[in-house]
Structures are given as structure tokens and as C-alpha cells.
């Protein structure tokens, strides 16, 4: 697999995403630079974490106008994969990748904490290597987490399996205790109609090894690795 | 050249001796200014006086006593006196650290005076050519039942996630203390360490005769001047815009001047990059022409602006955030630019290093300030003062420890342990932490809530602990002991986490040092703080002094704080500090 | 052309949760401010423009929110004033 | 008593930083809207508060600002309008 990450000047997780693909799982990483109009020919596309454009007006809102997004959106609408961690979850959503959108925490304070989350769905192409219901444990790191999307929108994302990731205790409650930003319906992750795009705000890249506390990350890039393996290509 | 073509500008004010005096230069200061000279200063050459003469830039306090301090091991790279302390932790890499202080700046305005604390810290150790891996910080606040102190309190803690978090450094590791002697003046200390290979090791030396000076970064504004009380009516502009204006932080930029501060050290296109923090443009290059010996002329027309109409008063004593003074080689200052353009930051020639030893600047073709070499650095007056230790604490100390009435409404030792645990200080700081993002940069082996935070060196078996540790109340009944206890402590919880002590560096926060009282608490707690690190052969690598932290009720507790790196050889030492299991035994060590 | 001053108010469309506006009502009640109801909290932009004409101002920003002030799915806009800079 | 509807305008002092107004202002000419000059922004907030009469709403209003809801040390605020809600 070849992944590219893009770097948007304020991008501050994209070593961390270039780190678990190339030392990690031993993959292709590339960077590839908000102003350039190249994807080199990338299987994956990750929009990492971080403040794109200083995301003082929103988040995402100035980075989806940048030249490599362009192309981001043209390879998600060839059926490309794009995973959008953090701020880059935000950005998708501002590019009109995913519906919805990321709106200041509802304790308007930056969390940062290792949290839990209930696997809803495996039929998609990042979590094919957990089970339904799986709980796993990943940090959360970010100051506008809370998914909002009009009642059609929540609705349809339920009845389609989009809903990918929810907020969960450890006993596998989506309770209010459990939410850490207020999203609706405890939202962490989803994907696209199509499946090939997943934003989410927990941090995968961050649950890769054990000497940082968790490897729960670990499948879902190998999920992505058996889907491209699979000959499902963009 | 003599001095005699220096001129003052139209409209500046009269140099009286109530200008002076508001400026903080004592007289027996003026008269040395005035014979360095050889004729009275223009206001220009007041305020750069001003700036460079501040307990803040020249340490005229304390500097006997910190050359005091041991500062010398085989691992050390860089001692004190330059932007941040560098160690050597094997293999070719090195660890750049330091710790400042953002007191005042707190005290008016949480938020930003927080903020901009981390902003510079982070620009002292990315322009050694490190990259930041951590950021700790060491907070003290007054009791948290005033509203004032929550205000403060929140405001701080957000100041310094939002900013840390947005540049994406890690915040590993702190200490939050509440005391009603903090009440007025909160402290806010904030410790950056950056990673860097030790041929990348970048010092602020100005060099090279005809290289070009170029300010980088955001632009000049009248951000923090202390301009307000000169207001004059001769002055152009209106009172409103001659207010002091508080320095906002912008992390973004700080960001993109991290990058492009580290591309261009790595570039070979520059010779020298300095932080512009406190007083800006005046200390950043007074310092860099100090350590190179050389001279330097700037031209403050050619400084980039924010605000049209500013003074070389102004533009010099400017504290606007997220810029940096950049010694170039000559012939490549568009190298420099197209760094910085990739970065979206401009990048301006303001002026260049001179063979004739003074410090000059001009405004056009006029000369506004002018002083002979490095003099101004150089011959800054130091005092060494008296020490006498207040006769109410002498008491306090005789006091039998044990002698101490029971409270009317204690209970058993349930009842106390609660009441411990629910007290501020020593309560969970959870609060505190979640809202710093601890795990960006994936190194985080142990963050906030461990002894001592640790962060690994990727691309090696190698980490490294870091703490930061003080006790005020400590230090205020027993100067010595607790200054040689605050860096035990950190040398302590550095060890238990699997890490050798290294090397430390400190924030001396304390009063004011022309009270006998405040001065013998100083010179005690750096005694005591010298000798911890002697024993412990960790090194003082650099720190930062903030006296005078008064208010009508008094002075604080002296606080010296202390930030410790410690080298883990190797990633199978890593040692947590919390309970692992049930069945487990529990040994006490030490007596 | 001629230099306009257009402000603008974006804020978050009724039903969306507003929590800082909540926790604005909050303070004020716990300052004394008893009769405050409900309190919204949104965006102030103030733009400087150039253009040929007020229509023509009006008309770009408009577009500015559009693209970029203004996120559709949660907020509104309003072209609070616009008149020569 | 009656209800009233207050709309306050919470701003960056001039010559404080506006780091906010600089990033929007970046992109707006980075989106093509070349004319744009400076930019500012801050908050736009909306209050509901019952009160006797239009100048005591006016005055509690005038106390919020001063107390909570502007910085004073960075915030420059105004009341923009008030009537009835
Ligand atoms: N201001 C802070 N920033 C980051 N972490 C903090 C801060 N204050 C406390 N912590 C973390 O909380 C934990 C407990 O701190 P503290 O109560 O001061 O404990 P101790 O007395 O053991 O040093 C430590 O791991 C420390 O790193």
C-alpha cells in the first residue's frame, strides 16, 4: 500500500500518521503538500490531525480549499480511500466528503483523555478486522468533537451502518458519562455512503504500540491493507 | 564616527528626570549611561536602556549569585546564556530545554499571558535547532474559592492547552500548587524540550561581517510597549493608540515559524536565529552582537509593520509575538525568504553586522539611538546586596513542628485523609491535563499523572523523564533546604520512572530582591539549589529569573522551581509509578 | 472603486445546540442578572472591501459567506450593515 | 416588566492582534476576493432580558459587558440594538 499524508501547514499529526505507516506497518508513506496538485498515485489518502489553517473560524473550514484537496475529493469520488483522523474528520466534513459537522465541545474545553469505543459496523473497509461490538480504547485529543448532523442525516447514517465508531463506557454504554464532546448519539466515526471514506475523531494512529498504552488501532489500518489487497482499488 | 550626528526625533519627549525614573533606570544607572555616551540619551536610547538594564534582560540581581551554580558535566552541550540549555544524550542526539516564566503577563491576562508564555518558550528551544518533543508547566494560584483565582485559574490552563495543542507539543507533565501567597501574583512557568542531533546544535551569535539581519515572522505591532505612561501630548499619535497593548498569541503562526525556523537551520543559509521575546527587537539583537563581539546597525523603517505610524521607540520595545531576529549569509537572503514564503511568513532585511563596534539604529538616514559596542550589554550595573532573614521567619522556624493543636472538628484518620485528598493541592489534577493534548507527537510513554512524564526518542531504544518541581512554603520557612529539596525532588521523581538525573534548569520566582529578606531567601535557596545539583551531578543548563512578584499583601513564597531531564538508556527501564496489581508488596525506601 | 465596511452576524441555526450561549446564561444568573432568558453566542466579522458599487459589496460578501464564514449545516448569516469605510 | 431582545457586538481593541481576523482575511484572498482589506472578528451576542424599560435593560446590558462578557483588557464592546423581544 501507498499512503499519502497531507500536510497542511497547521497539520501537527502527521509525523505520527507517516510514522504508523511506514515504521509501523512497514507500508509506503508519502507527504503530500497542501499546495501541490499531486496525489502520487496513493492508495490511501490521510487528512491527519492538527489546526489546518489555525481553524480560528472553524475547523476545516480553509483547509478544504486548498489545492490538494481538490484531488482529495476527486480520488474519494473515484472511490478512493480517504481517512480523515481529527482535524481531519473536520475537514471532510466542511469538503462535503461526509455529512454533518464538528462543533465545539459541550464542555467548550479541549479534551484529551484515552476513551472507549463500541465497533458498529465491520461491513466497511477500515474495520473489517474487528468484530461488531468490539470495545476498544483510543485517545481522544480535540477542542470541536461534537458531531451534529440534521435528524434525515442521523438518521439515514444509522439505517446504512454508516455510524462506524460511538462513544462507549467500558461496559459498552453509549451513555452521556461516556460521550466526551456531546455528539449526537455519541458519534465518533462514520463513513460515506460508499464506504470509502471514514472520519473519525479518535486517534487510531495513536493506538499502535504498547509502550503508549494501546495497539486498538492496529486493526483498522489492517483492515484497510486486506480491502486494498482485496483489488478494490481507486 | 562620534556619537554626536545621534539625534532625537521631533515630538519625542524631554529627557527629565521623572522620564527616567518612570522608565526604572535609577539615577546612579542614568549617570553610568550618560558617561558611557558621553551625552545625554535621546528617548529612544531611554527605552532601549530601559529594556536592557530590566531585572527581566540583565539579571543585575541575581546574576552573582547564578554564576554560583554548577554548570559544567561531559554531557553538556550548551550552558547557560543562551536561548535554552543542551544536553548530550548519546548516539548523536541532544536534548535542548528551559523554562520561563510568564507571571505578570498572567496576572492581567490569563488567556494570553498564558499562551504567549508557552509561544516563547517553544521559540527558545526550536532556534537552538531542536524540534519540541514536551512541554511542562508549574503553576501557582491563590485559593480557589476567590472567583478572581478560578478566573485566573481557567484562564491560565486554557491559555496553555489551546496554544501547545495548536503548535501540536505535547503537555507531559506539570504541577499545579494553591496558596493564599500567590493570591495577587500567580505564577505560570512553562518548560519546553526539543530533540535535536547534535551537529544541528544552532547558537544566537551574531557573525560575519556585511551579513544581513532580517526580521522573520509576524509582524510588528504595539503589542506590549510600555509606552503608556510616557504618554505625552507632544506625541502624534492619540492616547487611545498609545495604550499598552497585550500580547496575543497566535499558535498558528508559532507554528509555521517553527518549521520554517527549522528548515532554515538546517538550510546552511543563516548564521545566528534569536527569539524577538521580551523586549523584542532591542534585546534580541543587542545580545546576538554581544556574544559575537561584533557590531550591528538596524534600520527600523525596514521593519515590518502592523500599524502604520509606529516609533523606533515603539518598534524596538515591541513584544508582538511569533517573530525572530535571523543573522543571514550574505548573498542568501532570498534562500531565506523562499523558506519563509513556503511557510507563508515574510521574511525582511532590517539591518546588517558591522565592524565598528556599536550598536546602532537608525530610522532612514538618521541615527536615533547609538551605544559603543557591547557596553550596553556588558556594563549593565549588578548589585550585591545585603542579606538578612526576616526575624518573623527566624521565628516561625524555631517553632516545634509537632507542636501543633489538633482543629476542634478532627475526627479519625478517615476523616483527615479525606479532607487531605479534597484539598486542591493535592487533589487530582485531572482537571488540569485533559484539556492538554498529551499523546500528539505518539512518544508519550507516561504523560500527566505519573511522577515524572517520559518521553521516548523515536528512532531510538532511548527516553528521557522530565518533572517539574517546587516548594514555595518550603523555601519560605527554610531557604537552603529548600532550595536543595526542590531539586531532589525532581531528581527523585526522575528516578523512579527508570531515568538517570541529568542535568536541570529553573525559574527563580521571588519578590523583591531589594528587601534584605527577599534578597537572603534568593542567595539561600541558589546555594541550596547548587548544592542538590552538585551532589546529584545534574547540571544547571540555564533558567530564568522572575523577581519582584509583590503585592500590597506582600511578597510570595519564594518559589523556586525546578525542571529536571533525566536520560532512560533504555526503553525496558521504563518504571510506572502507579499500583500494579493486587497481592503486589508494598516497600517503603529511604528513611 | 470605492471602500465599503460590511458586518456581518453568523450564528448557530436555531435547534443547533448553542453551549457557549449556555454557559453565558448561566454566568449571568450566577452574577445576579436574574431576568436573562435565552442568550445565542455567534460571530462578529467585519470585512473592508473595495467594489464598484454597495450592490456589488453586498453581493461578494454575500458569496464570502456562502464559501467560507458560514457553515450551512449549523449556522446562518446575516448582512448585519454595510456603508463606506 | 417587559422583554427585551439585546444584540451586543464584542471586538478585538484596535491594535491587539486579531489572529482570527488575519486567518480569514489569508484565506479570503486566497479564495480570489482580492479586494478584501483588513478583517476583523469577534463575537455577536444576543441576549433576552426582562426589564422595566428600554433604558434599564440598556443599563443591566452595559453591566454584563463590563463584567463578563467583554474582556476588558482586549474587548472593545457595543450595543447594537435593542427593542422589544
Ligand atoms: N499544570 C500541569 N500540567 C500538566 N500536568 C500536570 C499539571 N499539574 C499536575 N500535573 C500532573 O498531575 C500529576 C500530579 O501532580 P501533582 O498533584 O502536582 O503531584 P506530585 O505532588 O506527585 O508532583 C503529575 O503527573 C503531573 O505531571
Redesign the interface.
Known amino acids: 500500500m501507498k499512503a499519502g499524508i497531507v500536510r497542511f501547514p497547521g497539520s501537527n499529526c502527521d509525523e505520527d500518521a507517516f510514522h504508523a505507516i511506514a515504521d509501523i506497518l512497514g507500508q509506503e508513506a508519502v507527504y503530500l503538500w497542501h499546495k501541490d496538485h499531486d496525489l502520487q498515485n496513493v492508495d490511501l489518502v490521510i487528512l491527519p490531525g492538527g489546526f489546518s489553517y489555525g481553524d480560528y473560524l472553524r475547523a476545516g473550514a480553509i483547509a478544504r480549499f486548498s489545492p490538494i484537496m481538490q484531488e482529495v475529493v476527486a480520488h474519494a469520488k473515484r472511490g478512493g480511500l480517504v481517512l480523515g483522523i481529527c482535524n481531519g474528520f473536520q475537514i471532510a466534513c466542511e469538503a462535503g466528503l461526509l455529512p454533518g459537522a464538528l462543533l465545539r465541545n459541550v464542555s467548550l474545553r479541549f479534551v484529551s483523555a484515552p476513551v472507549d469505543l463500541r465497533v458498529e459496523s465491520i461491513a466497511t473497509r477500515f474495520t473489517s478486522q474487528y468484530h461488531v461490538g468490539q470495545i476498544i480504547n483510543v485517545p481522544v485529543a480535540h477542542g470541536d468533537g461534537r458531531y451534529t448532523a440534521d435528524a434525515d442525516t442521523l438518521a439515514r447514517l444509522e439505517a446504512e451502518g454508516q455510524v462506524v465508531f460511538r462513544y462507549v463506557s467500558a461496559n459498552g454504554d453509549a451513555s452521556d458519562a461516556a460521550n466526551p464532546n456531546g455528539s449526537q448519539r455519541n458519534i465518533a466515526g462514520i463513513v460515506n455512503a460508499e464506504g470509502n471514506v471514514l472520519g473519525m475523531m479518535p486517534h487510531p494512529e495513536r493506538a499502535l504500540e504498547t509502550a503508549l498504552g494501546s495497539v486498538d488501532g492496529i486493526p483498522l489500518f489492517q483492515s484497510i491493507l486486506e480491502s486494498l489487497a482485496g483489488g478494490v482499488r481507486a | 564616527m562620534t556619537s554626536s550626528h545621534v539625534q532625537s526625533r521631533p515630538g519625542d519627549p524631554a529627557i527629565t528626570p521623572a522620564l527616567v525614573a518612570e522608565h526604572g533606570i535609577t539615577e546612579f544607572e542614568y549617570e553610568r549611561l550618560v558617561n558611557m555616551l558621553g551625552r545625554t540619551p535621546t528617548f529612544t536610547e531611554i527605552g532601549v536602556v530601559s529594556a536592557l538594564w530590566s531585572e527581566h534582560c540583565s539579571y543585575k540581581h541575581s546574576r552573582p549569585m547564578l554564576k554560583t551554580l554548577p554548570t559544567k558535566a561531559p554531557w553538556v552541550l550548551q550552558g547557560p546564556g543562551e536561548n535554552a540549555g543542551v544536553i548530550s544524550v548519546g548516539d548523536g542526539w541532544a536534548v535542548a530545554f528551559k523554562i520561563e516564566s510568564h507571571n505578570h503577563p498572567s496576572a492581567v491576562e490569563p488567556y494570553q499571558g498564558a499562551a504567549t508564555g508557552v509561544g516563547g518558550i517553544l521559540r527558545d528551544v526550536f532556534t537552538m535547532g531542536a524540534r519540541p518533543i514536551a512541554l511542562l508547566n508549574s503553576l501557582r494560584f491563590g485559593p480557589l474559592t476567590s472567583p478572581r483565582v478560578r478566573w485566573l485559574f481557567s484562564g491560565v490552563v486554557k491559555g496553555i492547552g489551546d496554544y501547545g495543542n495548536c503548535v501540536g507539543v505535547p503537555t507531559v507533565g506539570g504541577e499545579v500548587v494553591f496558596d493564599p501567597s500567590y493570591e495577587g501574583n500567580p505564577l505560570v512557568n512553562a518548560m519546553c524540550v526539543g530533540l535535536m542531533r547534535e551537529d544541528e546544535l544552532m547558537r544566537a551569535v551574531a557573525e560575519g561581517v556585511g551579513n544581513p539581519i532580517m526580521a522573520v515572522g509576524a509582524r510588528t505591532g504595539r503589542d506590549g510597549i510600555h509606552g503608556a505612561s510616557f504618554a505625552s501630548e507632544d506625541l502624534s499619535e492619540s492616547s487611545e493608540a498609545k495604550r499598552p497593548m497585550v500580547q496575543v498569541g497566535d499558535p498558528f503562526t508559532e507554528k509555521l515559524l517553527l518549521e520554517a525556523s527549522l528548515e532554515l537551520i538546517r538550510s546552511g543559509h543563516i548564521v545566528a536565529i534569536q527569539d524577538m521575546g521580551a523586549a523584542g527587537l532591542t534585546s534580541s539583537s543587542a545580545e546576538m552582537a554581544e556574544r559575537g563581539d561584533v557590531g550591528v546597525t538596524i534600520d527600523v523603517t525596514k521593519v515590518p509593520v502592523r500599524e502604520q505610524g509606529m516609533t523606533p521607540y515603539e518598534i524596538l520595545l515591541s513584544e508582538s509575538q511569533e517573530r525572530m531576529l535571523v543573522v543571514a549569509k550574505q548573498g542568501h537572503e532570498d534562500d531565506v525568504r523562499a523558506i519563509l514564503a513556503k511557510w507563508d511568513l515574510e521574511a525582511a532585511v532590517i539591518g546588517e553586522v558591522i565592524a565598528e563596534p556599536v550598536y546602532r539604529v537608525t530610522e532612514g538616514d538618521t541615527v536615533v539611538a547609538e551605544f559603543p559596542g557591547s557596553r550596553l550589554v556588558t556594563e549593565c550595573p549588578q548589585y550585591v546586596l545585603e542579606p538578612k532573614e526576616s526575624e518573623a521567619l527566624k521565628a516561625a522556624r524555631a517553632r516545634n513542628p509537632l507542636d501543633v493543636t489538633p482543629l476542634d472538628d478532627e475526627r479519625d484518620h478517615a476523616w483527615t485523609l479525606e479532607r487531605l485528598l479534597a484539598s486542591p493541592t493535592i487533589a487530582s489534577k485531572r482537571w488540569v491535563w485533559q484539556q492538554y493534548d498529551s499523546t500528539v507527537r505518539t512518544s508519550t510513554v507516561r504523560g500527566p499523572g505519573s511522577d515524572a512524564a517520559v518521553v521516548r526518542l523515536r528512532g531510538t531504544d532511548k527516553a528521557i523523564a522530565l518533572c517539574i518541581d517546587g516548594n514555595g512554603r518550603h523555601v519560605a520557612l527554610s531557604p537552603r533546604n529548600g532550595g536543595r529539596a526542590a531539586v531532589c525532588e525532581a531528581a527523585r521523581n526522575v528516578a523512579c520512572s527508570g531515568a538517570r538525573p541529568k542535568a536541570i534548569t529553573n525559574n527563580l520566582n521571588f519578590g523583591n530582591p531589594k528587601k534584605p529578606e527577599v534578597y537572603f531567601q534568593l542567595s539561600e535557596a541558589i546555594a541550596g539549589m547548587g548544592e542538590a545539583c552538585t551532589v546529584l551531578e545534574s547540571p544547571v543548563t540555564g533558567g530564568n529569573v522572575s523577581l519582584y512578584n509583590e503585592n500590597p499583601q506582600g511578597a510570595i513564597h519564594p518559589t523556586p522551581t525546578i525542571g529536571m531531564v533525566g536520560l532512560i538508556e533504555s526503553m525496558a527501564h521504563v518504571t510506572p509509578s502507579a499500583f500494579q496489581q493486587a497481592g503486589d508488596e508494598i516497600v517503603l525506601l529511604g528513611d | ?1 470605492t ?1 465599503f465596511r460590511c ?1 456581518i ?3 448557530p441555526r436555531r435547534g ?2 448553542d ?3 449556555k ?2 446564561a448561566d ?2 444568573h450566577s ?1 445576579g ?1 436574574a ?17 464598484a458599487s454597495e450592490d456589488a459589496a453586498r453581493d ?1 460578501v454575500k ?2 459567506c456562502e ?3 458560514a ?1 450551512p ?2 449556522e446562518d448569516f446575516e448582512i ?1 450593515s454595510l456603508g463606506h ?1
Open positions: 472603486m471602500r458586518a452576524h453568523i450564528v443547533i445546540l453551549p457557549q450561549g454557559a453565558v454566568a449571568l452574577l442578572f431576568t436573562v432568558g435565552e442568550v445565542r453566542v455567534g460571530r462578529h466579522v467585519v470585512v473592508e472591501i473595495e467594489a461578494q458569496a464570502m464559501k467560507l464564514l457553515n449545516v449549523t448585519a469605510a
